[in-house]
């Protein structure tokens, strides 16, 4: 499965983006499935993680402001931005979890100014 991430952009803090991962095949069957990102100088980190019945997990940093979905029949997952932090900012990647030796996507950058 490739994959194309858009909806990035430059905001302000506060504000929200809605992030989009459009799979060139069916994406229902995967496992487990997540947002990843990579800001400047750090390493990329998995973000959030959709599972194929729907389960979400979410690591602390972004709990209870970003929310992951998904939609099978456009083989689409979704990832909801709010309250946008400065810390938010990086390039956002969607991938299989664990990634393996899947590749990866361009990703869409998200930077969010104060």
């Known amino acids: 499965v490739q994959v194309v991430e858009s909806g990035g952009g430059l905001v302000q803090v506060g504000v929200s983006l809605t992030l989009s991962c459009v799979a060139s095949g069916s994406i229902a069957s995967i496992d487990h499935f997540g947002w990843y990102r990579r800001a400047q100088g750090s390493q990329r980190e998995l973000v959030a993680v959709?599972?194929?019945?729907?389960?979400?997990n979410y690591i602390d940093s972004v709990k209870g402001r970003f929310t992951i979905s998904k939609d099978n029949a456009k083989n689409t997952v979704y990832l909801e931005m709010n309250s946008l932090k400065p810390e938010d900012t990086a390039v956002y990647f969607c991938?299989?979890?664990?990634?393996?030796?899947?590749?990866w996507g361009q990703g869409t950058q998200v930077t969010v100014s104060s």
């Open positions: 959709i599972s194929s019945t729907d389960t979400t």
């Open positions: 991938n299989y979890v664990p990634a393996g030796k899947k590749s």
